[in-house]
């Protein structure tokens, strides 16, 4: 495996462990309203209090993938970068205002007075969750469909192109996806009866991410959908995601949390690998049928071997801490961690 290899290897475990990490933070956030009931003699704001305690240790933690993803994008691909954040600069601005959104009204909400601050909190908490998840959706759709590309060889995207039905629909999926794992998140950690209502959220956007993705299968097969160049292994990818998702709908009506859980991060995490497999050895296509090859977007040789030696003391530092947090605050809340919003 050549090196080049090896750093996109890497770079795809960082985004893949960002989205499963990330992935059930903006789900959380976006369910927010739909976890607790609204009638205000009911208990309806302590159940959305104790769903964001669920993600409470773990908050800004998670973002630690996306900075190692982002740095290893920087230093070991720097022509991607170039080419890549130009291209997709409206989507990275927006998915960057909803997590300045997000992670303020959720440290900001527990501070207020006022029921209309509180209102106000609890939307911009939900727009924290979904401009992420939409945004990396359309990123997605963009990145299978393909970008155009101008005479001179640069990637530029244009509204034509972004509101285009695939992409469109991959914007929808993930945010349903990332909704039904926040879900399933919920119904691991929190009381009973909040996971229960968290069950049956989880198992309707669970069947609405199955719609979904049928829906962008058939305008692939129809034509209008991702351009694949490694058929056969998109093809197998595809399908493991699809028993990825039956097997969390599966688990999570029958009350296996932790498998339905497991099976919802191997559904997040599968879409990075379609993007990275799908494509090899490009890292980036156009619409139009060319691309950039790996070898075109990395970095050379001798920056490659220095970055190595980085790497192989920084990701094992990465996985250390998620594991030892993990363990640390393990179990359900309000059992044996306090509130933290």
């Given at each position: 495996m050549s090196l080049e290899t090896l750093w996109l290897a890497l770079l795809g475990l960082l985004l893949a462990g960002y989205f499963v990490l990330g992935g059930y933070d903006y789900g959380v956030q976006m369910l927010y309203p739909l976890l607790g009931d609204r009638a205000p003699h009911r208990a309806g704001p302590t159940h959305r209090n104790a769903a964001l305690a669920a993600i409470a240790p773990f908050f800004l933690g998670n973002e630690v993938w996306l900075v190692a993803f982002?740095?290893?994008?920087?230093?070991?691909?720097?022509?991607?970068?170039?080419?890549?954040?130009?291209?997709?600069?409206?989507?990275?601005?927006?998915?960057?205002?909803?997590?300045?959104?997000?992670?303020?009204?959720?440290?900001?909400?527990?501070?207020?007075?006022?029921?209309?601050?509180?209102?106000?909190?609890?939307?911009?908490?939900?727009?924290?969750?979904?401009?992420?998840?939409?945004?990396?959706?359309?990123?997605?759709?963009?990145?299978?469909?393909?970008?155009?590309?101008?005479?001179?060889?640069?990637?530029?995207?244009?509204?034509?192109?972004?509101?285009?039905?695939?992409?469109?629909?991959?914007?929808?999926?993930t945010a349903l996806l990332f909704a039904a794992h926040g879900a399933?998140?919920?119904?691991?950690?929190?009381?009973?009866?909040?996971?229960?209502?968290?069950?049956?959220?989880g198992t309707r956007l669970l069947e609405a991410v199955a719609v979904a993705g049928s829906l962008a299968l058939m305008l692939t097969l129809f034509g209008a959908g991702a351009s694949m160049t490694n058929r056969a292994t998109s093809?197998?990818?595809?399908?493991?995601?699809?028993?990825?998702?039956?097997?969390?709908?599966?688990?999570?009506?029958?009350?296996?949390?932790?498998?339905?859980?497991?099976?919802?991060?191997c559904a997040t995490l599968l879409p990075v690998l379609l993007v990275g497999a799908g494509h090899y050895p490009y890292v980036l296509i156009s619409s139009a049928g060319s691309g950039m090859t790996i070898g075109q977007g990395a970095a050379d040789g001798a920056t490659l071997k220095i970055l190595t030696a980085f790497g192989v003391i920084v990701i094992p530092l990465i996985l250390g801490y998620q594991s030892w947090s993990w363990?640390?605050?393990?179990?359900?809340?309000?059992?044996?961690?306090?509130?933290?919003?």
């Open positions: 982002t740095g290893v994008l920087f230093g070991a691909f720097p022509y991607l970068e170039g080419t890549l954040l130009s291209a997709l600069y409206p989507l990275i601005v927006a998915i960057l205002v909803g997590l300045v959104l997000g992670n303020a009204a959720i440290q900001l909400r527990g501070r207020t007075r006022s029921a209309r601050a509180r209102r106000y909190g609890g939307a911009l908490i939900v727009c924290g969750g979904a401009l992420p998840a939409l945004g990396w959706g359309l990123v997605l759709g963009l990145l299978l469909h393909g970008v155009p590309r101008r005479a001179d060889g640069t990637f530029h995207l244009d509204t034509g192109t972004l509101l285009t039905p695939f992409v469109l629909v991959c914007g929808v999926t399933a998140f919920v119904a691991l950690r929190s009381s009973p009866a909040l996971a229960s209502r968290a069950r049956r959220t093809a197998v990818i595809a399908a493991l995601l699809a028993a990825a998702l039956l097997a969390a709908h599966r688990y999570l009506s029958r009350g296996h949390l932790g498998r339905a859980f497991t099976a919802t991060c363990w640390a605050f393990r179990g359900r809340t309000g059992r044996r961690h306090p509130h933290y919003f």
